[in-house]
Each structure stands twice: as C-alpha cells, then as structure tokens.
C-alpha cells in the first residue's frame, strides 16, 4: 500500500482557490476510480471532483466551509500496489461533453512544493503556513453534512426547516429543491420571501445578512468566489470599454396573448413558455439580421470579431450572486428549444450545478429585471461581449392606438453597446427589430 494525495486542480477556468462544499466520503472508506470524492465551489460554478485512484481513505485535508487553494491537498487515498500517479490531464474542451476527468494536478512554488493553505470562508487572517496544515482523521467517521447544494441549503433556512431531515431523492440521495418544496408543503409552511425588516435574513452578494436589530454596527463580507468574479469582470469591462445605450418602450400585449393561447395547448403540456423565450428569440432574430450586434472588440490584435453563432447569456440571479451562464448556438432554437434550453439554464443556476463551460464564451447577452417589478436597466456589458439587453417588467399602461387612448401591455427594452464597434445606427436598429417582434411575433414564429 502507498499513500497518495489528490491536489485541488484548476477544473478549467483558471480558478485560484474554492470552497468545500460537501465531502461525499469520509476516513476508512473504500473508494473506486472515478468515485466521486467531493464538491468543490469555485468563482463561478459547483463543481464535482472525482477520485484518481482506488483505494481506502485515510486523510481529509478540509472541511465543509474550507477555502482551499489551487495545488493543495485535498485527500489522502491508500492505493493497492505501487501504481503509479496518473498523468495530468488537460481540461476539456469547450463542448465536449466529457465524463469526469481530472484537468490537472494544480501549481507548484518555486520549489516545486505544491502550497497547503486552507482557510474558513470569511476569515480576514493571513495564509496559514505549510506546517500549519492537521489533516482531518479520527478513527470513526466524521459526520457528513446533507448532501445538497448551497442555494437548496438556503431555501431550507429561509422556510425555516432542518435539512438533515429531508429525504434527498436526487443522485446518490443528493436534497433538492423539489425535496425542500414538497417538505415545505407537508409542513404546510408558505414560502417566505427573504425581504429587509428586522426580524428576518437579508442575503447580500451571495452572504446572509443577520437582522437589521440584532446584527453587528459593522459587518465585513471577504471579496471571494462570484462576489470578485463579478466585482473585477463589472470594474475592467466599465472603464475600459465606451457604454454607451438606447431604449425603447414597446406594445408587448400581442406577445402577451400569443402566450396565453400557446400555455393551452396540450402539445405543449410541459413547456415553460414565458415572455423571455420570445425576448431570447427576438434578440436571435436580430442578430441573423444585424450580425455586428454578436461581435466583440478585440484590442490586443485591434480587431473586432464578428461571430455568426450567438452563445446567449442569461443573467440569473443565485443564493451565490449573480452568475451568466449561455445557450450555445442559440439562434437556431425554435420556441420550444429555446423555452427549454431557458428552462435548464434557470434549474441548473438555482441548483448551483453551472458548469465552467456554460460560463464560457457569451457573445450576446439579456438580464431580465421585470421579475423584480423594475421598468427598465441600463446594464454594464459582461467583458468579452458588445451588446447586453434589459428587459422590465410587462405592465398595463395607456397607449394610444388609432388615435384612442388605451389600456395595453407595455414593456420597456435598453440596450448598452460598446461603441468601439457599435455605433448608435447599429444599435438603434438591432433595438427597434426586437421591439417590431415583441410587438407582433407571431409572423417571426411562423417564418422561422
């Protein structure tokens, strides 16, 4: 037998460090190749770490809540024989698809010795040292948290209920929200929004907030994990490209009742048709026919890269914070595809399941600030990109039609644009083609 540590890698996407979220193992057991060992939450997604060897057991290096850097320790597995380490692999590519696969066993300092710092999430204390590192052994099994992802984790806090008390009946007995929501519906507890005042929890940047009357006068939340991703991609796209934007306000009552009428049909029991399926597809429809909107300026090369596949990001709102993940090739979705490709994209942000990949390569981009009762937004693009559309919220206005005064549904849509390679004319266009489909999408729908 030998001892062998498994390193934290970089799963791909050039991470630094990540948070334990759950260990899926625990001292003395026996493991399979490819088991999978851990969940790791990185900047940007919940990620699933698989064993490179079998073996048994015999360290944890970490617990749940430890920030790990990139080349630590993560575990220790007796491996049968003296097999030798396996090769590190490179990540995958974009797309691909792949199984679990090790990317690689992390970076080393300058003398060749990988770093082992571990750290609680919050803590503001300096980098503990090498030597400082106790593995976590005990002879008995250490207690395993629920397995659950963090937002399941908080949604269970929020309707006040113990989640270790949840059967799970996702993979491997994994809580998810249906889980949570038929818990709370047994419970007959009604859902509570988390909203200020002071008897509740406020969540702030991914943190929860104790109650304004019984809270700190002072509390400090670490910049980490999405709160910097979001922080450093918001501060270099803002002062380094010109934003510049254009709005419109948009008669949306025949995409309203083109809605209504499909939500009837039994052929599409199941889909979940929203107003943002028609926007998704409107800002496609727009960019077949004004392919400079899906462009980037690139000013290292000084150039700007026109693209003919539109990668859609979606900005969603998490327990995490704010996060953008992608439909590939978005512009040859139908309604249903696209109601469906939305669909994952929303389950799977919620759940804290986003992959790295589906993270990678926006090249047009929507936030949707309606749901949050919010007429209208003036975004900042996400870096990388050129374009980035608000939509608000659909409400009854007056609107003159025919030269009456009447009651309709009214949107209003914003564009931002770097006008390094988007001109107002451009943009103006794009804006306005959106706004002719919202208005009337059927003859769209049924061209396409």
Request: glycine share 8%; net charge negative; hydrophobic share 45%.
């Amino acid at each position: 037998m030998s001892a062998r540590d498994f390193l934290l890698p970089d799963v791909g996407e050039g991470l630094t460090e990540a948070e334990i979220v759950v260990w899926k193992v625990a001292v003395g057991d026996q493991v399979a190749l490819n088991q999978p060992l851990i969940d790791i939450e990185t900047a940007k997604a919940t990620v699933e770490l698989p064993s490179p060897y079998a073996g048994t057991v015999t360290k944890l290096y970490g617990a749940v809540g430890d920030v790990v850097e990139v080349g630590a320790p993560l575990i220790e597995i007796d491996v049968a024989g003296d097999a030798p380490a396996p090769a590190a692999a490179p990540p995958a590519a974009a797309g691909e698809g792949r199984t679990a696969v090790l990317v690689g066993y992390g970076v080393a300092t300058d003398e060749g010795v990988p770093t082992r710092q571990h750290r609680r999430r919050g803590s503001t204390s300096a980098p503990a040292a090498p030597a400082a590192v106790v593995p976590v052994s005990t002879p008995t099994a250490p207690a395993r948290a629920p397995r659950s992802t963090p937002p399941v984790r908080l949604y269970a806090k929020q309707h006040g209920l113990d989640i270790a008390r949840i059967a799970g009946t996702g993979r491997d007995g994994l809580i998810t929200r249906a889980d949570v929501e038929r818990a709370v519906a047994g419970a007959g507890t009604a859902p509570r929004a988390v909203v200020a005042s002071t008897t509740s929890v406020t969540r702030f940047v991914g943190h929860e907030l104790a109650p304004w009357s019984t809270g700190p006068r002072e509390e400090r939340i670490p910049v980490r994990g999405v709160l910097r991703s979001m922080a450093e991609a918001m501060t270099q796209s803002a002062f380094s490209a010109p934003h510049a934007a254009a709005w419109v306000r948009v008669d949306a009552t025949k995409s309203v009742e083109l809605l209504a009428g499909l939500k009837q049909r039994e052929s599409l029991a199941g889909v979940r048709l929203s107003p943002l399926t028609l926007v998704a597809l409107a800002l496609c429809d727009a960019a077949r026919h004004f392919p400079g909107i899906n462009s980037s300026f690139d000013a290292a090369n000084n150039e700007v890269i026109v693209r003919r596949s539109v990668a859609l990001g979606i900005a969603a709102d998490t327990p995490r914070g704010l996060i953008v993940p992608n439909i590939k090739d978005a512009d040859t979705l139908d309604l249903v595809g696209m109601a469906n490709a939305l669909s994952a994209l929303v389950d799977t942000a919620r759940a804290g399941t986003t992959t790295p990949n589906a993270m990678m390569g926006t090249t047009l981009t929507i936030t949707n600030v309606g749901p949050f009762g919010i007429d209208g937004a003036m975004p900042i693009l996400p870096p990388g990109t050129s374009a980035i559309l608000a939509v608000g919220q659909i409400a009854k206005a007056p609107w003159v039609v025919d030269d009456e005064v009447v009651v309709r549904h009214v949107v209003e849509i914003a564009l931002s644009f770097d006008h390094r390679c988007i001109d107002g004319a451009l943009a103006s266009a794009v804006l306005a083609h959106v706004g002719r489909f919202l208005n009337d999408p059927a003859p769209a729908l049924l061209a396409g």
